[in-house]
């Protein structure tokens, strides 16, 4: 779709502009009233492909900010009004011999149909492609820490120095300014937050875990749950996620990772009680049925959960600025936009950045 040589579009934005209340003629013309009058078809932002009459909205936004609130008020977006008579009538209250009723078929009807889900169109446009997590979960972790790093290659370091394990009477028990245990001698070393920006992935639903016969580069990342998804991915979503990284043992010798035999319901092997990483891989290993090499490191590993508990208040959720701004929290490229589209997408298109998170989601 095309602005300036696409006379069918060139109708769709007209129409568009009519009902936001303004009316293009064909030169920028100062009336006798001090009126100005601005022939749109001349915009830059209106001089490229539009794909669909969202795209055109946005562009409309752009420079209209305060307009969608005012198509939001007409019948055609509440699908309400009241008639002289005190009748309430609308889509969202009669029936008809068509497709019958609106009441307990939205979703069917506003495939085609004005949604009112949100109080911006634009937001609704962005479900294509964002879960509905991502604006609603902006922050997880709220009133409790939680991990975000633990390493396992920092353990066995007791508290009077080397020994058997004698109970907890030789751990060695270390705690942050908040009170949350940062060292432990049987399991190495933590770190928590809270209050935490989640990372954010393509994500289609499904992941591959790397078990303990799949071979791993143990001088990378190894995300122990891939999750599925890509840009060029239909199917996939921007979706937010805990992020949780750590160290712990693999096999040196076939870069596998390992089950260590930690408790000491085998007393020869177990960590907890001779503090001796290849004696517990050895055990471990036995009890599941796989051999070790005797060499062993400490491999950097992440895994990914899809956040959707801890909603946030309406009021809360993410807004334009929130991602379209220099410093948002969603870093395009990473995600597979180009430089160039990601560059354009630190442009708000929709109300402006200072505007109250209350004022957008205001009936």
């Not at 109708?11 to 100062?30: D, E, N, Q």
């Not at 490229?48 to 008020?73: I, N, Q, Y």
């Not at 353990?155 to 020994?163: F, I, P, Q, S, V």
């Amino acid at each position: 779709m095309t602005i300036g040589g696409n006379r069918k579009a060139y109708r769709g934005v007209l129409v568009v502009l009519l009902v936001l209340g303004f009316a293009p003629s064909p030169t920028h013309v100062a009336r006798a009233d001090d009126e100005i009058r601005v022939d749109h078809s001349m915009m830059p932002p209106l001089q490229r492909l539009f794909d669909s009459a969202s795209d055109v909205t946005k562009a409309c936004l752009m420079c209209h900010p305060r307009a969608g609130k005012e198509v939001m008020a007409t019948t055609h977006w509440t699908w309400k009004y009241t008639t002289k008579d005190g009748q309430e009538l609308g889509k969202s209250n009669v029936i008809n011999n068509y497709c019958v009723a609106v009441s307990s078929n939205e979703p069917r009807c506003t495939s085609c149909h004005a949604d009112h889900t949100h109080e911006l169109g634009i937001i609704d446009d962005h479900t294509e492609h964002i879960a509905c997590q991502t604006c609603h979960i902006p922050v997880y972790a709220k009133e409790r820490y939680v991990k975000t790093w633990w390493d396992w290659s920092t353990a066995g370091t007791l508290k009077d120095g080397e020994g058997e394990f004698e109970g907890r009477k030789v751990w060695l028990v270390q705690k942050d300014e908040n009170g949350n245990k940062s060292y432990m001698s049987p399991k190495g070393s933590f770190e928590w937050g809270k209050q935490l920006t989640p990372e954010y992935v393509w994500y289609n639903g499904n992941s591959t875990y790397v078990t303990l016969d799949d071979a791993i580069d143990p001088n990378g990342l190894t995300p122990i749950n891939a999750l599925h998804g890509n840009i060029d991915d239909p199917n996939a979503l921007i979706f937010p996620v805990h992020a949780f990284y750590g160290m712990q043992p693999y096999d040196a010798g076939t870069d596998k990772l390992v089950v260590p035999n930690l408790f000491p319901t085998n007393p020869e092997t177990a960590y907890w009680k001779n503090w001796d990483w290849a004696k517990a891989i050895e055990g471990g290993q036995a009890t599941v049925g796989r051999e070790f090499s005797g060499e062993y490191g400490f491999a950097t590993t992440a895994m990914y959960w899809p956040l959707t508990h801890q909603v946030s208040p309406a009021k809360d959720a993410l807004t334009c600025a929130s991602c379209h701004s220099p410093g948002g929290v969603l870093d395009f490229e990473a995600l597979g936009y180009s430089a160039e589209r990601a560059a354009a997408l630190m442009f708000c298109p929709g109300p402006a950045p200072e505007a109250d998170a209350a004022e957008l989601t205001d009936g």
